[in-house]
């Protein structure tokens, strides 16, 4: 998936950094599982939306408004989670970078 999916190479991208960011502040263990937590939920989500999107190509391999629609709230399932991520880190590192 991280090879294939560019939106996928981005959030794995995004976790490294968060990674690192973690032991250069030297967050504290509730602060890491919050963000082990937001990583593991959005790469799943990443993982949940390419296995959806695969299995419409496969079973619907011509255009259809509802597969079209299937596929777009996969892709929203992912956008959310990732926005929370995105909310957990600005909470726990921007504090710390000012």
């Not at 959030?11 to 890491?32: P, Q, R, S, T």
């Not at 939920?41 to 296995?51: D, I, K, Q, R, S």
Request: neutral net charge; hydrophobic residues 65%.
């Amino acid at each position: 998936m991280i090879k294939t999916q560019r939106n996928a190479q981005i959030h794995f991208i995004a976790a490294v950094a968060a990674i690192v960011l973690g032991f250069v502040y030297k967050i504290d263990f509730i602060e890491w599982c919050l963000v082990v937590i937001a990583i593991g939920l959005v790469l799943m989500a990443e993982m949940f939306n390419t296995a959806i999107e695969v299995l419409i190509d496969l079973v619907s391999p011509e255009i259809q408004n509802k597969a079209g629609k299937a596929k777009d709230i996969a892709a929203g399932a992912v956008l959310i989670t990732a926005i929370s991520a995105a909310i957990i880190g600005s909470i726990i590192f921007l504090p710390k970078m000012f």
